[in-house]
């Protein structure tokens, strides 16, 4: 069965760095699109950033841009998120996730705290 799983949340302070991982399994990695989204207390989910399988074709919210990098490393079937020069609006629960044979899966969340 497909399976995400999110690891390199924590507390940092503003201005500092984090990086995600997403270690997915079940699936054929190397062809799915994968997709990282945030939700802050009382906010609706946001998309964060899109790797595309072929290609590698990258997008981004604006509010992360230049700040986060997605990346993916098909060999590991993993997906990173670099996020760099954060702010404490960055808080949030960040999840990985695909769409695979017309079903969304999403991963169990990681925790990113953002204050000094």
């Known amino acids: 069965q497909v399976q995400l799983e999110e690891s390199g949340g924590g507390l940092v302070q503003p201005g500092g760095s984090l990086r995600l991982s997403c270690a997915a399994s079940g699936f054929t990695f190397s062809l799915a699109t994968m997709n990282w989204y945030r939700q802050a207390p009382g906010k609706e989910r946001e998309l964060v950033a899109t790797?595309?399988?072929?290609?590698?074709?990258?997008d981004y919210a604006d509010s992360v841009k230049g700040r986060f990098t997605i990346s993916r490393d098909n060999a590991k079937s993993t997906a990173y998120l670099q996020m760099n020069s954060l702010k404490p609006e960055d808080t949030a629960a960040y999840y990985c996730?695909?769409?695979?044979?017309?079903?969304?899966?999403w991963g169990q969340g990681t925790q990113v705290i953002v204050s000094s």
């Open positions: 790797i595309t399988a072929p290609g590698g074709i990258l």
């Open positions: 996730t695909t769409m695979w044979r017309a079903r969304r899966y």
